[in-house]
């Protein structure tokens, strides 16, 4: 059975810092491509930072030099380290993960930024 375990989110002022971790497993997690998204409300899902197949990273221009994704493999666990949150940074945050087989979402783990 795959399962995201998404944990971190949370209220924070404008400016703090969150970080969100997803555990993954069910899934070889060493091919898998990690990657988070996030919905605000009445918008649709967007990536906000992701893994490519050759390993690199990419941030979509909002997050760009705020937002770090990095992966564990001894853990099984890929991270989401959001500083310098804004307002516009509050949504409703998913783990992703694309495997050969399918592409599975966690929960989703709310992220508010407000003062």
């Known amino acids: 059975q795959v399962q995201l375990v998404e944990s971190g989110g949370g209220l924070v002022q404008p400016g703090g810092s969150l970080r969100l971790s997803c555990v993954a497993s069910?899934?070889?997690?060493?091919?898998?491509?990690m990657g988070w998204f996030r919905q605000a409300p009445g918008q649709q899902r967007e990536l906000v930072a992701a893994?490519?197949?050759?390993?690199?990273?990419r941030y979509i221009n909002l997050v760009e030099g705020r937002f770090t994704i990095s992966r564990d493999h001894a853990q099984n666990t890929v991270v989401l380290q959001m500083n310098n949150l804004r307002p516009a940074d509050t949504a409703v945050y998913y783990c992703?993960?694309?495997?050969?087989?399918?592409?599975?979402w966690g929960q989703g783990t709310q992220v508010t930024v407000s003062s």
């Open positions: 992703n993960a694309k495997t050969s087989i399918d592409n599975y």
């Open positions: 893994y490519t197949r050759d390993g690199r990273t």
């Open positions: 069910g899934i070889d997690f060493d091919t898998a491509i």
